[in-house]
C-alpha cells in the first residue's frame, strides 16, 4: 500500500501546484498549431485580446496527436481552469465524454455542438455570411462567372460554398459559379500551390472574382487572383490587407470573439447551443480602407438589404448541413 | 576485438546514449529559457509519478511494443520492414469493419475477432511487398515505405467516402457499438472509492502486447521456423544450402511482421479511439524501428524501449500542458533520443568495447562481429 500511497500522494502534489492558476481559462488548439491563419489563429487572437484587456493570464496547449483531446480536457477541468475552451469539431467526441465527470467546469466548444448542461456550443451560420459576399461577387463581377474555392471537401465546407452560390444566384440569375474543392484530406487545408493552381483554372473559365473558404490555402488562391489582377474574397478573418485593392471584402467568421466573450464572462458563461449569425456579429463582411474603393454604394445598399432580409425571415438562406443537399449548386 | 559482456551491451550501450541525449536535450531546453531540471522533473512525475501517468505511458508504450516486434521479427530474418505504418492503418481497418459490422454480444469474443482482424489485415499489407521481394527481389525497404502512402490514401478515400456516416464532418467512422469497447486500466484496476488511471487510454490490450512479446520470443528463440528465420538472416546462401526456402521465410517473416504491425490498431482503434479516424497510427509504425533498434529486436528489449518512448511521448505532452516549451521543441528532444539510441549507436559502443577490450586479457584474435545478438 505504501507504494499506493506515494502514487495518490504525487497526484495530489501535482493537483495543489497546478491549482493555484484557479479558475483562469484554458484554450486548447488543434493540431494545426496556434499559427495556422486561421482557425485556430482565430481563437488565439481572441484569447489574446482579453489577456491584453484584462491583464489575466491563460493556459493553452497545442495538441499533437489525436490521444491527447481527451487528456488536455481533463487536465485542464482537474488543474482548476475555467472555463475551457476548444475550437474545431473534431473535439466533440472527447468533450462528449469528458464533460460529465467535471460538472462543475464550464467547457466551451467551438463549431461543434455537445449536449451537455456545462458545455456552451458556439457554432456559426457560415452560409448566411457566405451568402452576403456571394451578393458582392455577383456585383463586382464584370463576366458574370465567379469562383468557390474549398479547402477539404466536408459538408461544413459546401455549407460556405452553397451560402455564396445562392448569394451570387438572386442577385444575378444569369451567373455561373464554379466551384472546386482542394482536397479530401486534411492536407487541404494547408496547400496554397494547389490553391493558386485552381485559381488559374477558374480563371481560365472566366471567373473574375474568387472566394477561398480553405484555410491556409486561401493564402494561395489570394495571391495568384492578385497577380492575375482578378478580385478575391478572403475567409474566417479580416484578409483585406493581404493585397490591399484586389480583395473585395473577406468572410468574416468571428471566432476570436466567441473566444472572448467565454474569457470574459469567465466560469458563469451561458451554457448551451449559441448561434453565431449574421443577426449577433458572428458572420460578416469586412469593410476597411483597404477595399473601400471596391465596395461601391449599390454593393453596400444590396448587402445591407441582404443583412435584413435574412434577420427578418424574407431570405431564407439555404444550410447545406440541413439536408446535405444545395439548390444553388452541384460540387 | 573482444565482445562486451552482455550486460554491458543491454544495458550500458542505451543507458549512456540516453545520458547522452538528456544532456544535449538539457542544452537545447537551456538555450529557449527554460530551466531543464524543472522540465525532467515535470516529464518524470507527469509520466511516471501517478497512476494518471502511468495510464497514458502504457498506452503509448503499448502501440511502440507491436509495432517494434513487427519491426524486431522482420530483423531476425535481415528483412527491414519500415511500412509498420501503413501494416498498423490497415490493422485499424480490419479492426473497425470487425467491430461495425458483426454485432458482438461480449468485449471479450470482439478482442478475439478484433485481433484476428487486425492481424490478418496488417499480414495482407505486408504480403505484397513480401511476394515482391522473394519472387522478384524488389527491394524490401522500398515497397513498403511506399505501402505506407498507398495505405494512407487507401484510408483516406474510404473514410471520406463510403465509412463515413452522412452529416459527419470528421473524416472518421461512425463509433463502435457499446459491447465493443474494451475495459480499460480505469475499469480494471479501480476499487470502491479509489478510482486509479482516472480517464486514461491504457487498456487490456497492454497484456495482449505483453502476450505478444513471449509469443514472438518462442517463435524466434524455441521453434523450428524461428531458428530457420534467424539463419536465413545470418547468411542467405547458407540458409539455402541447409534446405530452408527463401520464399517461404520471406514470406512468413513479413507476414508475421505485418500482423504485429495490425494488432497494434486494437489498442488506439478499439482501446481508445473507439472508432478509425483518418491518420490513427501517427507515427507509431516509425517509433517502431527505434523501438526495434534500442531493443536490440529482442522482445524484452522491445518491452523496455516501447515503454521508454512512452515515457517520452507522456512526459512530452506534461511539458506542452505546463511550460512553454512549444510542441516543435518536445518533438526535438524525442528525435535527440532516437537519434543517439538508434542511429549513433556505434557512437558509444566502439569505444565501450575498447575499453572492455583493455580491461580484460590480452585480446585473442577473435574475428566474431560485434553485430550477434543478446543471448536469451
Sequence with gaps: MTFMKTLLGATATLAMTAGAALADPAVIFDLGGKFDKSFNESSFTGAQRWAEETGGTFAEVELQSDAQREQAIRRFAEAGYNPVIMAGFSNQTALETAAPDYPDTTFVIIDAVVDQPNVRSVVFDEHEGSYLVGVMAAMASETGTVGF?????????????????????????????????????????????????????????????????AGGTGVGVLQTAADEEILSIGVDSNQNYLHPGLVLTSMLKRVDNAVYDAMMAGPEVETGVNVMGVANGGVGVAIDENNESLVTDEMMAAVEEAIAGIEDGSIEVHDYMSDESCPAISF | MQKMPAWAEVVLV???????????????????????????????????????????????????????????????????????????ALGGLGVALVCLYIPWPHWSLALIGATAGAAIAGAAWAAIPAFLQAKRGSHIVITTIMFNFIAAAFLNYLLVGPLKPTGSMDPATAGFPQTTFLPTFQDMFSFGETVLFRGTPANVTFFVAVAACVLVWLIIWRTRLGYEIRAFGHSQPAARYAGIGPTWIIMITMLMSGGLAGLMAINNVMGEAERLILNSVEGAGFIGIAVALMGRSHPFGVLLAAILFGFLYQGGAELAFWTTIPR??????????????????????MPLEAIFGRLSRPPKPDRRSAQSEPSA
Excluded at chain 2, 516543435?328 to 559502443?349: C, S, Y
Design chain 1, 149 to 213: 474555392i474549398g479547402g477539404m471537401d466536408i459538408p461544413l465546407i459546401r455549407k460556405f460554398g452553397c451560402g455564396y452560390a445562392q448569394g451570387v444566384m438572386d442577385t444575378n440569375p444569369d451567373a455561373t459559379v464554379v466551384a472546386n474543392m482542394t482536397g479530401t484530406t486534411p492536407a487541404a487545408w494547408n496547400d496554397p500551390v494547389r490553391g493558386s493552381e485552381l485559381t488559374q483554372a477558374q480563371i481560365s473559365q472566366g471567373a473574375d472574382v474568387v472566394f477561398a473558404a
Design chain 2, 14 to 88: 542505451p543507458l549512456i546514449s540516453l545520458i547522452l541525449a538528456a544532456l544535449i536535450s538539457a542544452i537545447v531546453i537551456l538555450a529557449i529559457g527554460e530551466n531543464p531540471w524543472t522540465a525532467l522533473k515535470l516529464m518524470v512525475d507527469g509520466a511516471l509519478g501517478s497512476t494518471y501517468g502511468w495510464g497514458y505511458t502504457l498506452y503509448y508504450a503499448t502501440n511502440f511494443v507491436f509495432t517494434g516486434l513487427a519491426v524486431a521479427v522482420a530483423y531476425h530474418a535481415r528483412l527491414f520492414n519500415i511500412g509498420g505504418e501503413g501494416q498498423a
Design chain 2, 328 to 349: 516543435e521543441l518536445i518533438v526535438v528532444i524525442q528525435a535527440l533520443v532516437i537519434l543517439f539510441t538508434g542511429a549513433l549507436d556505434n557512437m558509444v559502443r
